[in-house]
Nanobody, 112 residues
């Protein structure tokens, strides 16, 4: 079974940084991967994606602040989040776009 597990969330002050990690298990290649987020009362929104060969795309709200990357040999995907604001507060989810699997999510809270 394809399994995705996120980690790295937590409480951070505005202007701070966090790095989220997603471990992908039980497949040789994760294909295209994405990060999504969902704030309370809101729909889940797309944040960033990275292709199997490393081509990246970002939502306008995070472009220039967030960086998605991957380590295929370690079957991991990362989301480096800089210059965080309270609007970034959400549960962040890792997603295998090629296989349609979601991780369990990790909470990111940006607050003073």
């Amino acid at each position: 079974q394809v399994q995705l597990v996120e980690s790295g969330g937590g409480l951070v002050q505005p202007g701070g940084s966090l790095r989220l990690s997603c471990t992908v298990s039980n497949i040789f290649s994760a294909g295209q991967m994405g990060w999504y987020r969902q704030a309370p009362g809101n729909e889940r929104e797309w944040v960033a994606r990275i292709s199997s060969v490393g081509v990246t795309s970002y939502a306008a709200a995070v472009k220039g602040r967030f960086t998605i990357s991957r380590d295929n040999l370690r079957s991991m995907v990362y989301l480096q989040m800089n210059s965080l604001t309270p609007e970034d507060t959400a549960v962040y989810y890792c997603h295998s776009d090629s296989y349609g699997h979601w991780g369990q999510g990790t909470q990111v809270t940006v607050s003073s």
